[in-house]
């Protein structure tokens, strides 16, 4: 069984910062991608960042420049800094993984319970 932890949204002005992270627990075996989604009210769920083994990361243009988005292999954790942040950023924000459980298996999407981000103008 594997489970993706999310922590650190909250509530902030705008112009503000937060941090968000995720930790990945449980029979894992690999980690492909670990991304940052997030649903706005009304609004289909977005990819805001990902970031694949030993790559950079990939940012929406709504992130560049305001985000940054962190991978420790080592501990299956993926971090989102967010700082300038805007009243457009709130939203419920989720943790994705691509992981495989074993030497033989297949990669599958793993999802947090999702933290909300709220930017008060």
């Known amino acids: 069984q594997v489970q993706l932890v999310e922590s650190g949204g909250g509530l902030v002005q705008a112009g503000g910062s937060l941090r968000l992270s995720c930790a990945a627990s449980?029979?894992?075996?690999?980690?492909?991608?670990m991304s940052w989604y997030r649903q706005a009210p009304g609004k289909q769920r977005e990819l805001v960042a990902a970031?694949?083994?030993?790559?950079?990361?990939n940012y929406a243009d709504s992130a560049k420049g305001r985000f940054t988005a962190s991978r420790d292999n080592a501990k299956n954790t993926v971090s989102l800094q967010m700082d300038s942040l805007k009243p457009e950023d709130t939203g419920v924000y989720y943790c994705?993984?691509?992981?495989?459980?074993?030497?033989?298996?297949?990669?599958?999407?793993?999802w947090g319970q999702g933290t909300q981000v709220t930017v008060s103008p």
């Open positions: 449980g029979s894992i075996f690999s980690i492909r991608t």
């Open positions: 994705n993984a691509v992981i495989r459980v074993g030497d033989y298996s297949t990669f599958h999407d793993y």
């Open positions: 970031i694949t083994t030993n790559s950079s990361p």
